[in-house]
């Protein structure tokens, strides 16, 4: 089942897609740099495709965007990218609370972790390869 193009980025790490969702101006693509610089891979800048497969969700880019990611401030530049990836990750845009609550996002009725982030913030890319561990173990 495919779902309309949802306003977020998407990197791959550790073989893992990590949606990245907020709006216009939150720091997505600056987040989604930030994790490239770290060793994740770009899927999708600012707008993703999902596709519900055998239980599992994935992501591609939309054709148009495929390979480009937005850099305020240079402009949109090219990178290389992983086509398709199993998303096994939700970070919504926002003021996490101290102690979250353990939470999903349904997608396409499939159940993906998911938390909020200030996606600004100097540590996120850390945090991020946190929730990565918590879901591996």
């Known amino acids: 089942m495919n779902e309309p193009p949802i306003h977020a980025g998407c990197v791959a790490m550790r073989g893992m ?34 596709h519900a497969n055998g ?15 937005e850099v305020r401030g240079i402009g949109i530049i090219d990178r290389p990218t992983v086509p398709r990836v199993r998303v096994a990750l939700f970070i919504e845009a926002g003021t996490p609370d101290r102690m979250p609550e353990p939470a999903t996002r349904v997608i396409a009725g499939i159940a993906i972790p998911a938390y909020r982030l200030a996606l600004l913030e100097a540590s996120a890319p850390a945090k991020i390869a946190l929730m990565l561990d918590r879901i591996l173990r």
Do not use: F, N, W
């Open 17 to 50: 897609g990590v949606l990245i969702a907020g709006p216009s101006g939150s720091g997505k693509s600056d987040l989604a740099l930030r994790l490239i610089d770290r060793g994740a891979v770009l899927v999708s800048d600012d707008y993703t495709l999902l």
């Open 55 to 69: 239980g599992e969700l994935h992501a591609t880019a939309p054709a148009t965007i495929a390979g480009r990611i």
